[in-house]
């Protein structure tokens, strides 16, 4: 145990009264640094946040205002018209030879205030700048006058030395929509699904919501609009302790609380497996190291930098094709934290700092400290600690193989035992949710094969969403997953965050373990291991037949659930986003266009689809919903389903569909889109027992189609292009629907488009594998009018067994050269 490794350098040694207590040299020391460390982190907590507070400004600014103000009045003149000798007059007379020290403080004193106001306008300003939407409603690659002056503002205007939270102070509010335009817009997305008789009635109940309910509503969000720095956030909430123990109520320290993530994540009661969890992948045809446990530790050990860095504020903010600064407020909660289950809703328990992981191995928990007195721990020792868990003989006690079940378990089930857990092993169970992260060491391989490449990345797939059910913790905020052959994978619990952001860490974390860190030539850590470092700690459960009970009843609904689910990745290698742009078309419309055709093919009807945005360009906001599936695209499938259509009258309605998508998302992004603005109205609505039929028909919808892109290159840490395998294969979720398709996908380099498809296998309607079929044939027949009727052919191998990044064999196709460097850098 460290606490016992820590402990030995204590040595009491009491006189016969019991006054005198004698401590050796070591734990002094160690006291003496633990309270460095922790200093030293308050300290650059504090700086950071100052920095960011004067942000554009810096301090140096202060001291340039100051000396030349001192400047001045020593050349006798008086920039402050009389202000700083009043400010004389207000301090105390401290006598004649302090005369001049006075001076000098109604001169810190007026700079200070004049700094002060200065940087107001500075905020107030770069708010405005950044307040403007016209650029992103230009057509790609075209800039107007105007924007091209409103960059150069927001260049000037942003300063220099831009850290994480730089722009947070400056950033707009998202705007309330006009209730009439969001109710348009809506009756313009239903049309081409509902029936003439349908789409008269929901008419009719949307003129009534008009006529009755919508100003009040409206009203009602305007007002929180005022008062919150975002209309769909909720209120500050100050919970608990800071301290990172729970209250006795289970709440914890303060937090922003919006209505999108407790209505939509917190206060769901079901499974968070396949409901809200998302997978990421590893490299596809690339493996660094076969070995486990290096993988683990230089995956770990990359982990730890990024949250370091975040810590800093070292990270830089996403800036939106490099000028737009996008909200990076989701980035506060990757790291310590857990989703709490509770009755009627779960809760964010998130911790300023831990200093360990959980790891689980067959069916056994452990917790591997990640710090030692020097600091973080190296990837050698870390991996030498994995591999001590992975040597480790002993067994698993009774239902603690399957205790992990419970996470998978309805919440209203796991909240009650948990209850139980708590009073029975509050250590481990503390010792899981406060750490870092959770790691998995699964004792099977993952990833592309020779053998069966298909099957073997559908499983891939299930074994990151689900796993076997009771191997991922899955209130954690995300699970690093590490397969005997040393593939990686991420699962991520959803409502703390959304996809880009985990994104970001993860290409992060992939790119330094491999191009920053690096193995050996045996393919193990760099460095050398220390023997001296404690054992991992085993946890120990203490589980009563109660809960033993309500452990095979969770792990009989997790197996069910994940059995159920039906994963398909392909690489489609035909073409990607090179050829797309020499189209002259936006990537994403163009797969979103062709995911209509393929999906008509599939169920021979249209249906409402689900494609996630982002609105981070507002301060805390999340995501919006394009709804995809519009009368543009539509004639285009019809189109194309028609023999009598011509080849440019096809190309002509492709067009058409997809500057129609691109509008839908550029007004998405601007705070213009439809759904969450309903979904607020209808939150309202609840709020005040207002009953409305349309926004519960509104409530009520069912989305067949779910889809989403996978960002990629958020992170410049190595050049891409040059380096084509050592790009994530991106990742999937379930679907939204029981009798619907979850659909994600990724820009792989130039030239291949990875997709994650998932459905129910208890549905009828659906099936992945004829999905993705579906999906490949309309993206050759769209790919062909560009090409006077000829199809694209594969550019690369596709699917083919892996290769190890760390020793020889064949690449494919294009990929050949694209082994990262041999040599690691310092980071």
């Not at 006058?145 to 947070?168: H, N």
């Not at 009635?201 to 009534?208: F, G, Y």
């Not at 939509?264 to 009661?269: A, P």
Request: proline fraction near 5%; glycine fraction near 6%; charge should be positive.
């Amino acid at each position: 145990m460290a606490e016992a490794h820590q402990a030995v350098g204590f040595r009491p040694s009491m006189t016969s009264d019991g006054a005198e207590v004698e401590l050796s040299a070591p734990v002094l020391q160690e006291i003496y640094l633990s309270g460095l460390r922790s200093w030293k982190r308050h300290l650059s907590r504090f700086w950071n946040d100052f920095l960011t507070g004067v942000f554009p400004a810096s301090p140096l600014s202060w001291l340039f205002l100051f000396s030349a103000i001192q400047l001045a009045w020593f050349l006798q003149l008086d920039p402050s018209l009389g202000l700083m000798e009043k400010i004389k007059e207000l301090l105390p007379d401290w006598g004649g030879q302090h005369h001049r020290l006075r001076g000098v403080l109604a001169a810190a004193l007026f700079a200070s205030c004049l700094w002060g106001a200065l940087i107001f306008t500075l905020h107030v300003a770069l708010r405005l700048l950044l307040s403007y939407h016209g650029w992103l409603l230009e057509p790609h690659g075209a800039m107007s006058s105007p924007t091209k002056t409103w960059l150069a503002l927001v260049r000037i205007f942003s300063g220099r030395k831009t850290m994480l939270f730089s722009y947070q102070r400056s950033l707009p509010r998202q705007p309330v929509p006009s209730v009439q335009d969001t109710v348009r817009k809506y009756l313009e997305s239903v049309r081409p699904i509902l029936s003439d008789e349908d789409f008269d009635w929901t008419s009719v109940l949307a003129q009534e919501f008009l006529r009755l309910q919508a100003s009040l509503l409206q009203w009602y969000l305007q007002l929180k609009s005022w008062l919150a720095s975002n209309y769909l956030q909720k209120h500050w909430t100050w919970k608990g302790r800071g301290s990172g123990t729970e209250s006795p109520k289970g709440q914890q320290h303060g937090k922003v609380s919006d209505w999108w993530e407790e209505f939509v994540y917190l206060r769901s009661r079901h499974s968070l497996m396949v409901n809200s969890n998302y997978y990421m992948m590893d490299f596809l045809y690339v493996t660094p190291t076969p070995v486990q446990a290096a993988r683990a530790g230089n995956a770990v050990h990359a982990l730890l930098l990024y949250r370091h860095r975040l810590n800093r504020q070292e990270i830089l903010p996403t800036l939106l094709m490099g000028m737009r600064p996008l909200c990076s407020a989701q980035y506060e909660k990757i790291f310590n934290t857990t989703r709490i289950p509770g009755i009627p809703k779960d809760h964010i328990r998130h911790l300023r700092d831990s200093r360990h992981v959980a790891v689980f191995h067959r069916g056994r928990f452990f917790r591997v400290g990640t710090h030692s007195q020097s600091g973080l721990l190296s990837p050698r020792a870390l991996e030498q600690q994995f591999q001590r868990i992975l040597d480790d003989p002993s067994p698993a006690c009774p239902q603690e193989e399957h205790l992990a079940a419970l996470t998978a378990a309805p919440r209203d089930v796991w909240a009650q035992v948990r209850s139980s857990l708590k009073i029975q092993a509050e250590d481990a169970l503390e010792a899981v949710e406060g750490a870092a992260f959770f790691v998995s060491l699964d004792s099977e391989p993952a990833g592309l094969t020779r053998e069966d490449p298909a099957a073997s990345l559908d499983a891939y797939a299930r074994a990151l969403l689900a796993g076997r059910g009771h191997d991922r913790w899955f209130d954690k905020s995300f699970t690093l997953i590490v397969f005997s052959n040393g593939k990686l994978g991420l699962s991520v619990e959803h409502s703390w965050a959304d996809c880009p952001i985990s994104g970001h860490m993860w290409e992060f974390t992939l790119a330094t373990e491999c191009f920053q860190l690096g193995y050996s030539a045996d393919g193990h850590c760099k460095g050398h291991p220390e023997p001296s470092l404690p054992q991992p700690q085993r946890l120990h459960w203490d589980l009563p037949e109660k809960i033993r009970l309500s452990i095979s009843l969770a792990l009989r609904g997790a197996k069910t659930l994940s059995g159920n689910i039906d994963c398909h990745v392909f690489p489609f290698s035909h073409f990607g986003k090179s050829f797309i742009k020499r189209c002259h078309l936006s990537s994403d419309s163009f797969i979103q266009v062709a995911l209509q055709l393929a999906h008509f093919r599939d169920r021979g009807e249209f249906c409402l689809t689900y494609e996630s945005t982002m609105t981070r360009l507002f301060l805390e906001g999340r995501t919006e919903t394009v709804r995809s599936c519009t009368r543009e695209a539509c004639n285009f499938v019809r189109a194309m389903e028609d023999k009598e259509k011509t080849e440019p009258q096809r190309r002509a309605l492709f067009r058409l569909a997809v500057e129609k998508h691109q509008a839908l998302l550029k007004a998405a992004m601007s705070g213009q889109g439809v759904d969450r603005h309903l979904f607020a109205l209808y939150i309202v609505s609840q709020f005040l027992h207002l009953r409305s039929p349309f926004l519960d028909q509104v409530h009520s919808e069912q989305w067949p189609l779910a889809t989403s892109q996978i960002p990629v290159q958020q992170i410049h840490l190595f050049d891409v292009h040059n380096y084509p395998d050592y790009v994530s294969s991106g990742g999937g979720f379930g679907p939204a629907d029981d009798h619907g398709y979850g659909v994600s996908y990724i820009f792989m380099g130039d030239d291949t488009i990875t997709f994650h498809i998932s459905s129910k296998k208890s549905s009828t309607k659906t099936d992945s594998h004829r999905l993705g079929q579906h999906i490949e044939d309309a993206l050759l027949d769209v790919a062909s009018l560009f090409q006077d009727g000829q199809r694209p052919k594969p550019r690369c191998r596709g699917l083919q067994e892996e290769d190890s990044g760390h020793r020889g064999g064949s690449l494919p196709c294009h990929r050949r050269g694209s082994r990262a460097p041999t040599k690691s850098t310092n980071f």
